[in-house]
């Protein structure tokens, strides 16, 4: 289809800017981009004016000087595996992909850190440390696409928040550019640095709003020389909250994941998608997956299962599968993992990641079941990490996809009603900004707009993400 004259000309006058500044590969106009600049894993859609791929700080800051004096709206693009549509190009946006920032500039094993560009993948990272005998803990589904900017942007949490906390734990450092084109660098290697604000913490979970992150320095830990998982299927929550006390008091801080899986997402996965071991039956209203990992093997292996066994003890009913490998475990793991499977195996859908209270989850899940089946709506699908007080729920719409406004109201309604978030992990981007008044009060977003209009005063950065302007 040919462009509309208005972006035509706007398209034009980008190339005249911005292709000077780059190298061939840099400028794609956007009806020669591939799909992957259009879509996230939210499945919305939409379609640039032009790419841009930059390949270093250098030019991304010269890049948004000239972008910012056209006042030229930019969405960020990191991996694309973000769920709430935060970077998908709205109507007359221009892309600017941190893809080709994929350098891991210093792995150091005396102050434990890794120096990476923006574009590093997640996966990537964690492989080129663990040769080193070093550790980066933040894990996701998404690893394998997924970008340290991106991680950063949102301030992923995932599997592993339990023990190491989310990312912006293990972020010491950080390099960012501004609206303007003005780089501000804190590549600080020290954990301890309290010399006026903490800056960098205003970028971590800003969803790409307030500035583009370019590089960072991240805190590695010891690589853990033993794991230890296991299945557990239990009979009603609280037998979910004993286990989780129990884990607790006898691994203490080797206990690195606890996922809980409610049944209806348990069944579809070893059912239908064919998770885990072939023939894995077992009962229960909720299957826990519970996994620690330490740095001595014999009494790590010992501790684990005296502690399920301890928890056996008290409730007979309860099932263990112990992993007995790697292979095991990873069968294991394949079972919580198939969430994206999972969604896409009910689309359309609506997808949550709510936090709440624990002692609140239980009540708030049949609340919410129970409502949505009076709405007609049964498929549903129900995990988290349980942990962490974050739960996921999808809801597959089937034929009534026009009703997903009245699901995201009903459950985001009742998440603040109970004093929880509606985002635990994957943000607010477009898809939750409606609703973001449920869980932060008007002062709270004034700031937010505050902060936004002082960083980016033309408001050309994820416009419109998070929260609207006017
Ligand atoms: C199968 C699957 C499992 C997942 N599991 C989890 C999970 O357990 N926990 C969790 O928290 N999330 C999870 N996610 C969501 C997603 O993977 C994370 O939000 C991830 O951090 C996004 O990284 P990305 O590089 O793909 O970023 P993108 O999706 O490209 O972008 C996400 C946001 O960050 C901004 N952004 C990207 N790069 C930069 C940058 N360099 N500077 C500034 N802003 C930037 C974008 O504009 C956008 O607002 C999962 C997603 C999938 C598909």
Not at 76 to 102: D, F, I, K, N
Not at 158 to 171: D, E, K, P
Not at 237 to 256: E, I
Not at 396 to 420: F, I
Request: charged fraction near 20%; charge should be negative.
């Amino acid at each position: 289809m040919p462009l509309a004259t208005s972006d035509a000309v706007a398209l034009d006058r980008l190339r005249a800017v911005c292709q000077p500044l780059l190298d061939p590969a840099g400028f794609i106009p956007g009806q020669q981009a591939d799909e992957r600049y259009c879509t996230d894993w939210s499945r919305a859609r939409g379609e640039p004016l032009a790419v841009l791929r930059p390949s270093n700080t250098d030019e991304v800051s010269r890049l948004l000087t000239v972008l910012h004096a056209l006042r030229q709206p930019v969405v960020l693009q990191g991996g694309m595996t973000g769920l709430v549509g935060a970077c998908v190009p709205q109507t007359g946006e221009v892309v600017l992909s941190l893809e080709r920032l994929r350098g891991i500039e210093e792995i150091d094993p005396v102050s434990g850190t890794a120096t990476v560009q923006a574009g590093v993948c997640l996966q990537t990272l964690q492989q080129a440390v663990e040769a080193q005998g070093l550790f980066f803990p933040v894990d996701i589904g998404s690893r394998g696409s997924c970008q340290i900017g991106g991680l950063i942007a949102t301030n992923a949490g995932g599997n592993r928040v339990l023990r190491y906390g989310m990312t912006r734990q293990s972020v010491l450092g950080l390099e960012v550019v501004l609206a303007d084109g003005t780089v501000v660098s804190r590549m600080g290697k020290a954990l301890k640095d309290n010399a006026g604000y903490d800056l960098k913490q205003v970028f971590i979970g800003s969803e790409g709003t307030l500035g583009v992150i370019t590089r960072a320095i991240l805190a590695l830990q010891p690589l853990p020389t033993s794991r230890q998982s296991a299945l557990v299927a239990v009979q009603g929550f609280d037998a979910v909250t004993d286990l989780l006390a129990q884990c607790r008091r006898q691994l203490g801080p080797r206990l690195s994941s606890f996922e809980v899986m409610w049944r209806d997402f348990f069944d579809l996965s070893t059912g239908l998608l064919k998770k885990g071991r072939p023939g894995l039956n077992l009962a229960g209203t909720h299957v826990v997956l519970v996994e620690a990992m330490g740095l001595d093997a014999g009494q790590d292996d010992a501790l684990f299962a005296e502690a399920l066994g301890a928890f056996q003890a008290d409730h007979p009913g309860c099932e263990v599968i112990l992993a007995q490998s790697l292979a095991d475990a990873q069968d294991l793991w394949a079972i919580r993992e198939a969430a994206g499977e999972a969604a896409n195996a009910v689309a359309p859908w609506a997808g949550f990641d709510v936090s709440l209270p624990i002692a609140d989850m239980a009540s708030w899940v049949a609340q919410v079941h129970s409502q949505l089946r009076e709405m007609g709506l049964t498929q549903t699908q129900t995990y988290g990490h349980l942990g962490d007080g974050n739960l996921h729920l999808v809801v597959g719409l089937g034929s009534e996809a026009t009703r997903k406004g009245a699901v995201h109201e009903l459950v985001h309604r009742t998440v603040g009603d109970l004093g929880g978030s509606i985002s635990g992990e994957h943000g607010i981007g477009l898809a939750k900004k409606a609703h973001l008044h449920y869980c932060r009060s008007a002062a709270e977003i004034n700031m937010m707009k505050l902060m936004k209009t002082a960083l980016d005063p033309h408001g050309i950065l994820n416009r419109g993400r998070i929260f609207d302007l006017l």
